[in-house]
T-cell receptor
């Protein structure tokens, strides 16, 4: 199984809502990532988890809160978002965070903040 | 920033033709990866070339790496309409001198292959 799954596929939320994005992989990968991608732009790294511990936070606003409950699951909790946070949120995993491993991406969650 | 810069930004060709995309980067790398993204979907890893390699093949894909010029190219031969997608290069470099690293994606090349 070389698949990374993400739910939901689409999410519309108001600025006062709290919602969560979910990501799952069963490849035994020990590194998991959240990226944000705006239209016609490349993905931008948000967070990296390595062995279930947060190892990189790319100065992401605190209204985005990542969580790694176990080695297969990665969540992104959203609270008090702004319209400019509307984007495609991509989850990825790799065998390890050490250089030299390719990343496997999920299909993404299309988020719209109204 | 280690972000790759890609050229051209957009490429439009006919089926059967070859497509070449170029990527330049600024500092030393451990490896460079190429990814494809179909419209609004997740990225798919195409090929990884290490800094001590000069050329790598995978099916109809050929990637070259010139570390002296800090550049890489992706060649897709005998293109098909299904190759229509955005293609990103991602130089991978050490973070803070450790063996850990991160990918920084270039702006991408939008390839359109007309049937």
């Amino acid at each position: 199984d070389t698949e990374v799954t993400q739910t939901p596929k689409h999410l519309v939320m108001g600025m006062t809502n709290k919602k969560s994005l979910k990501c799952e992989q069963h490849m035994g990968h020990r590194a998991m990532y959240w990226y944000k991608q705006k239209a016609k732009k490349p993905p931008e790294l948000m967070f990296v988890y390595s062995y279930e511990k947060l190892s990189i936070n790319e100065s992401v606003p605190s209204r985005f809160s990542p969580e790694c409950p176990n080695s297969s699951l990665l969540n992104l909790h959203l609270h008090a978002l702004q319209p400019e946070d509307s984007a495609l949120y991509l989850c990825a995993s790799s065998q390890d965070r050490v250089l030299g491993y390719e990343q496997y991406f999920g299909p993404g969650t299309r988020l719209t903040v109204t | 920033s280690q972000q790759g810069e890609e050229d051209p930004q957009a490429l439009s060709i006919q089926e059967g033709e070859n497509a070449t995309m170029n990527c330049s980067y600024k500092t030393s790398i451990n490896n460079l990866q190429w990814y494809r993204q179909n419209s609004g979907r997740g990225l798919v890893h195409l090929i990884l070339i290490r800094s001590n390699e000069r050329e790598k093949h995978s099916g109809r894909l050929r990637v070259t790496l010139d570390t002296s010029k800090k550049s890489s190219s992706l060649l897709i031969t005998a293109s098909r309409a299904a190759d229509t997608a955005s293609y990103f290069c991602a130089p991978a470099s050490n973070a803070g001198g450790t063996s850990y690293g991160k990918l920084t994606f270039g702006q991408g090349t939008i390839l359109t292959v007309h049937p």
